[in-house]
């Protein structure tokens, strides 16, 4: 069954001091217009990762304005998790496709969300392509579709996004974090939108140095000494093994530096745990580095203590849809070293608001120059945190969102 998901309280006018008057102004205006309106997001998990993270805020803010809005995730079970999965990989450029039979999956798992999908919505928004068939199902289901899509699909699998494709046909609009990730022949109707974060919630909210020094002592970090921190689900295209090898070049000139590697597993990734496995085997028992999941309580709270606490944050991915956690380090003021790939760059300008790094051996370099230069991290994450605030934060991401429904609605 499609499980609706309970929402937190927020509140636009709690933002507007942090996002200015006039953004603030203008959601009302346009909410106004839209009053009422039923909303419904889809999505395949309520935990872990960037989708979820943003449909917590987003969410309830759609609320707060005067719209009526919901989330539901969608049911599966394992067999359709690690379809899907193939299917996420291979979007991003794995060379290994989906077989009949996990496409058959894939379809039949759409068609049972389909049939117990609830009708009258003004609009549906799909988020990403697990539940991506609905619109093609029951399309009688909502006025109008949206296909949300949060992965970078600017090298796909050709098959994979072929097979896809005639599935997305029928949302009249799509939206992508960049152009880069609309495939051809979607022009027309592919907006694009990079996500945002909520400067309120416990993930980001302020912490003092004190508070945050006090949660990563508990994980037996040594606050006196220099971490390094990469917060990421373990999965090959976030390189936990690329970013302890990057350690281990700063550790060999600066003996003192910690690792902290912080990543939850999602109830929708099944290749977690033997990546999470493979990263346990890869640190080989160093007491330097120190790997945490939200099995040993690393929640909201304790990931803004290590991206707050932390000397430099690393994002070393090979493939990066968008990297909300590339925002969150930055709204920390921390500065940030991350790979040249996907949404990073975006957020990144090189040498101003952080480093972008192609290689293990740059990443290290780069750590040992901002360890070495207190003042360099302290103005890469400066300059950061403002830019941050001026396009990533969530009442911009409301915003682009009320206007893409109003000239849905036109
Ligand atoms: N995250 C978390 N705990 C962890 C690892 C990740 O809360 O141990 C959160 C992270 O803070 C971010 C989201 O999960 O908000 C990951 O989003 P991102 O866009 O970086 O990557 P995705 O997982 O969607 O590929």
Sequence with gaps: MLQPITVPNKHLADYASIVGRDLAEEIRERAERLKGKRILHVS???FGGGVSEILY????LMIDVGLEAEWHVIYGREEFFNATKVMHNALQGNPQDLNDEQWDVWRRYNEINAKDLSSGWDVVIVHDPQPAALASLVGEKSRRWVWRCHIDLSTPNPATLERLLPYIEPYPATVFHMPQYVPAGMDGRANIVPPAIDPLAPK???FSPEDAVYICE??????DRPLLCQVSRFDPWKDPLGVIDAYRIVKSEMPDVQLALVGSMATDDPEGWDYFNATVAHADGDPDIHILNNLNNVGAIEVNAFQSHCDVVIQKSTR???GLTVTEAIWKGRPLIGGAVGGIPLQVSDGETGFLVSSVSECAQRSLEILGDP??????GRAGKEAVRKRFLMPRLLRDWLSLFERLEA
């Design 204 to 206: 980001n909210m302020a």
């Design 375 to 380: 003042g360099l991290g302290k103005r890469l």
């Design 57 to 60: 805020t987003l969410v309830p």
């Design 44 to 46: 395949a998990t309520a």
């Design 320 to 322: 990066e849809g968008f």
């Design 218 to 223: 508990q994980f037996g970090i040594d606050v």
